[in-house]
């Protein structure tokens, strides 16, 4: 059998990685960082994706996760009831979920080399797992994303979801009694001193449920993590010569929790076709070209309603409305929620 190189050990890379070592196919990742590792992320995974955790024997590994079955949100002082999610998420921090998915890999028999930045070239047996492609600004916007873990927090929800005058921050608990903040923020200037500021930053307006509710918060500051340069125009795998899972597809806006589930069901469809190609059952562009059709026409309704969706939530008067919305129609929650999925 021929061997598969996935380029990136995050959570597409991992579980495809997995995916491949169950089928008996070699397989090696190049990943530049190290596990564990904390990772700017929401730490809330809904969606498909739990089904190929499942599926992959992953989620049976992961001691500790905890399951959001339901959401607020909140607009300055306001917050809405609490709405029952159409399906329970996964929540558990980066921290631990790919280490654990690490560990599975090798246990399975994978080669797994850290610390190693590869240089991505598209090529036979080559599988790109990197993540989101960097964009400096977007319709004039730098955006950026901060998370870290927090103690001494009681939420109201499985998931808090807060819309701020600079982005929005979701909220929720995964193991060991953490609560995991993160945000999505945009700005005209350049991106301040993050390492510095952005107690304040997650931290909401004064006055907000957001500044109330962190106002006790114990940081866990070793937790801190942040990343810039975001890009959220949806992409087609079609377009590229390279066979890409994950955010090296195309990233979701984060404001639907998507993002992870996307990374799953991206590897757990490049299983088979990588497959075939190992065996010598189907040529590698019979193999790119399958699993890109499949990723494009399985995410393009999503991505087309996430799109508009994060428009609505970056602007004022979108957003209020919407949250009127939600507020007095609850259904309205739950159908964007599986407009998104
Ligand atoms: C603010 C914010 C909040 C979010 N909240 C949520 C949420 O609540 N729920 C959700 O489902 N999703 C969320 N997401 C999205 C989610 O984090 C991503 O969709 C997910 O991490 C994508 O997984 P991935 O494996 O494709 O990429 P990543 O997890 O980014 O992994 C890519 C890996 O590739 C490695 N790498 C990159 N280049 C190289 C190279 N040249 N050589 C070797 N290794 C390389 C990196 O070190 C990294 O480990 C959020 C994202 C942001 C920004």
Same mark, same amino acid.
């Given at each position: 059998?021929? &061997? ?8 597409? +890379?991992?579980?495809?990685?997995? *995916? ?13 960082? !190290? ?36 959401? #607020? ?21 980066? /921290?631990?979920? %790919?280490? &654990? ?7 399975? $028999? ?11 070239? &598209? +090529? ?5 797992? !990197? ?13 950026? *994303? ?9 939420? +109201? ?18 193991? %060991? +009694?953490?609560?995991?903040?993160? *945000? ?13 500021? /952005? ?31 975001? $890009? ?7 377009? !590229? ?33 990588? !497959?075939?190609?190992? #065996? ?36 004022? &008067?979108?957003? /209020? ?21």
């Amino acid at each position: 059998m021929k &061997a598969v190189t996935i380029i990136g050990g995050g959570l597409a +890379g991992l579980c495809l990685g997995i *995916g491949l070592r169950r089928r008996g196919v070699p397989a090696r990742i190049i990943e530049a960082g !190290t596990y564990p590792r904390h990772k700017v992320c929401g730490e809330f995974l809904s969606g498909k994706g739990r089904e190929v955790l499942v599926a992959l024997g992953i989620e049976a590994r992961l001691s500790g996760a905890r399951e959001a079955s339901d959401v #607020t949100f909140s607009l300055g002082a306001s917050t809405t009831a609490v709405h029952p999610l159409p399906s329970p998420a996964l929540c558990i921090s980066r /921290w631990k979920m %790919d280490a &654990a998915l690490a560990e599975m890999f090798t246990s399975l $028999g994978g080669e797994l080399i850290v610390s190693q930045r590869a240089s991505i070239g &598209a +090529g036979e047996g080559i599988v790109r797992a !990197t993540g989101r492609s960097p964009q400096s600004q977007e319709g004039g916007w730098r955006l950026f *994303g901060l998370k870290a873990h927090a103690h001494g927090i009681t939420l +109201g929800a499985g998931l808090e979801m807060h819309f701020t005058p600079r982005g929005y921050v979701g909220l929720c608990a995964v193991e %060991d +009694g953490r609560v995991n903040v993160c *945000g999505l923020f945009r700005s005209r200037d350049p991106v301040p001193a993050l390492a510095r500021d /952005w107690r304040a930053w997650l931290g909401g307006e004064p006055g907000s449920a957001l500044y109330a509710k962190l106002a006790e918060a114990n940081w866990d500051d070793a937790s801190f993590s942040s990343v810039a340069a975001l $890009g959220l125009a949806p992409r087609r795998a079609l377009l !590229t010569e390279e066979m890409s899972i994950g955010d090296a597809v195309t990233m979701i806006p984060p404001v639907t929790g998507n993002g992870m589930s996307m990374a799953c069901e991206s590897a757990s469809a490049a299983i088979a076709p990588l !497959t075939a190609w190992s #065996t010598g059952a189907s040529s590698w562009d019979e193999a790119r070209l399958t699993l890109s059709h499949r990723l494009d026409s399985e995410f393009a309704k999503r991505l087309r309603t996430a799109a508009i969706l994060q428009r609505v939530v970056v602007h004022r &008067a979108a957003r /209020w409305v919407l949250f009127q919305s939600v507020k007095s129609v609850p259904a309205l929650q739950g159908l964007l929620f599986q407009m998104t999925r």
